[in-house]
């Protein structure tokens, strides 16, 4: 995607840097945004060239983060002091025109609305075990909330059985993946200051009962013993939505990002094991087996980091143009 046109306007800057906050695949960022007008609304498209091609073949993840990207565009809209009025996938011929974002009603933002406009640079993405510090029942309930407002659920797997056999799939796919050359290919080029960049994934991926990403293929190079395993897990949780369309990726997204800026907002972060949804026969599994019956679209992990790591983003000439249409590659 080649971004063009003339000066976008202030409250487009905001609400571009915002969604720009959000949590992608391998920090692919794969979006772009369009200010329609003067202000008047402001569009979030995928950028489908970015999506990771053996990672993501259907887009599904891609469709998540800007998802994610979307929950922020409306968060940074209340705090503008608007009511976002949004309208999903408005144009049928362009499935990549994710949702139209415009300005309602003034609305000073809610206590809640701006907690979570707070926490939106304080959110980044753990790797690695979690400090002892607990999360506690109270912040879970209201997670699970967070989740259910965006029409999506977070499971909270609180049977070990079903974490053991969560971690099992995770396990699977994790092997898989680091066999695969071509995909161990595609990961190391997400590594770099443009990507996940290497002080964000020092931490050896088999620490925690979930197998991690080996972006720095360091299971090569030696083993975990089997004991020093599990420690700072943390809570293991997975969200899923009743359906499984284009739509419902876009939910997801949102509630996401929903569940991850509330967290942040008390000091809590994710870490994400995704490799089993990217296979479909281990999808299909954790479906049956794990959520029985939702369809689940991010695994991840719950706690209190020990430290947090940043990620850089694009800069927002690159994401943002303005109206009216967008040079397509
Ligand atoms: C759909 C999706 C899948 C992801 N899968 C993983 C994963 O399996 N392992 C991982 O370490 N991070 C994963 N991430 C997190 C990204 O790597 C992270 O969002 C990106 O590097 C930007 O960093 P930040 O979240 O700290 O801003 C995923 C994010 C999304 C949205």
Known sequence: MTVTGGKPGRAALHLARAASFAPSPHNSQPWFF????????????????????????????????CGAALFNVRTA????????????????????FLARVGFGAHAAPTGDEESLARALPL?????GPFGPEPVTEALLADLRDQARAEGAILQVLDVPEKAALLARLVDTAERSDRADLWRAVELAHRVGPTGVPVTACRAHPDLTLLAGRDYLGLSRRYTVPERRRGAGTG??????????????WLI???????????????????????Q???????????????TVGRHPQ??????????????????????????????RR
């Open 123 to 127: 959110r980044h993405t753990h790797r």
């Open 252 to 274: 997801a997204g949102q509630a996401l990002q929903r569940v991850l800026l509330c967290a942040a907002g008390h000091g809590v972060m994710a870490a994400f094991h995704t």
């Open 34 to 65: 369009v200010e329609e007008g003067h202000d008047r609304a402001f569009e979030v498209h995928a950028d489908a060239g970015r999506r990771m091609p053996l990672t993501d073949p259907g887009g599904r993840e891609m469709v998540i983060a």
């Open 298 to 327: 991010m695994v991840l992990r719950l706690g209190r980091p020990p430290y947090v790591r940043s990620t850089l983003r694009r800069p927002l000439s690159q994401v943002l143009t303005h109206g009216p249409v967008p040079l």
């Open 77 to 96: 809209v209340h705090q503008l002091g608007f009511r976002p009025v949004v309208d999903v996938l408005p144009e049928l011929a362009d499935q990549d």
């Open 235 to 248: 809570i293991v949780a997975v969200l899923c939505t009743p359906y499984d369309q284009r739509a419902d």
């Open 276 to 290: 089993p949804l990217e296979r479909p026969d281990l999808r299909e599994k954790v479906h049956r087996r794990v």
